[in-house]
């Protein structure tokens, strides 16, 4: 048998993984399933078909809101920020043993079959499947929050995000949502504000911070880009976590110990755990400096860590 003219596809590489997917689809052949791991913190996004609307009406919402409900709950999955706009939807998830895939196709194909029959149409509802980003780290993790409740003023639905009815916003400030508690989970994402009746406070400082239009997946140039700890805004500085308290979430969430990943273990796990929260970093704005610091490791270290090629 000749070569599989496929097999540069299949490395173990998140580009190449997208790649092979849209060429298979081309192709007729099945789907590949999303990559989270359990623990993982996912930035989900559905869009309306053709940009059309998804949502008509409050009672829409509601069962758009019941379906995530009940969805996570069957997979294990936690939700920490949701926002229903017109046409599209964001939502932050904590991924469960069930895997986000499981939840999410549940939730567009009963809303697709819902919202089909209540229009009297038969077709596509949604924009090809959902997309999800990974937040690996605190910072990526809060500049996602802040995304995702900013997401009705940079539409210019409103003027604050408190404004809007259909966002988890008042569930973080402990305004009435029609959100459950037991839906949106607040206390993860506000103890990265410290304790206390403050860290709601530092909250709502950082949503003001005014980023409506910087999308949070996006690498930023090496030139422009400042220390993600040390941003400022006209209001004053606004804290992020250091690098060494995302190294403390990144092991909690792959089951590791902070010290086994910033130790001298040659073990392949740990290995691939190190590049992966090096790549998050570097893509988070943090420098290659930081990073060594933090992973008490060289600077050539981690750049010979970062460049290096994914292997199977």
Request: charged share 30%.
């Amino acid at each position: 048998m000749g070569s599989d003219p496929l097999s540069g596809f299949r490395q173990d590489s998140r580009r190449r993984r997208e790649l092979f997917e849209r060429f298979s689809v081309s192709m007729g052949m099945a789907r590949q399933p999303r990559r989270f791991d359990t623990g993982d913190f996912a930035h989900v996004i559905i869009r309306g078909n053709g940009r059309q609307d998804i949502f008509i009406d409050r009672r829409s919402r509601i069962r758009m809101m019941r379906l995530i409900h009940v969805a996570s709950l069957r997979t294990k999955c936690e939700i920490h920020a949701v926002v229903f706009m017109t046409n599209h939807a964001h939502v932050l998830v904590q991924v469960g043993s069930g895997g986000l895939s499981k939840m999410m196709q549940e939730v567009t194909h009963r809303y697709a079959q819902y919202i089909n029959k209540r229009r009297g149409t038969d077709g596509h509802v949604f924009q090809g499947r959902f997309n999800a980003y990974r937040c690996a780290t605190d910072a990526r993790l809060l500049n996602v929050l802040r995304y995702i409740h900013r997401n009705p003023v940079k539409h210019g639905a409103v003027a604050h995000p408190a404004e809007w009815e259909w966002s988890s916003y008042n569930n973080y400030v402990e305004l009435p949502s029609p959100f459950p508690s037991r839906l949106v989970k607040t206390d993860f994402c506000l103890s990265l504000f410290g304790a206390g009746r403050g860290r709601i406070e530092a909250f709502n400082a950082f949503m003001g911070a005014r980023a409506d239009a910087r999308w949070p997946h996006k690498r930023l140039r090496r030139k422009t880009r400042p220390s993600v700890s040390r941003q400022k805004t006209a209001a004053g500085p606004i804290w992020l976590p250091p690098l060494e308290r995302a190294i403390e979430a990144f092991s909690r969430q792959h089951g590791v110990r902070a010290a086994e990943l910033i130790g001298n273990s040659k073990e392949r796990r740990l290995s691939r755990l190190r590049r992966r929260f090096s790549l998050d970093a570097s893509r988070d704005g943090y420098s290659l400096q930081e990073i060594a610091r933090a992973l008490k490791r060289s600077r050539q270290s981690v750049f010979e860590l970062v460049r290096q090629p994914c292997k199977s």
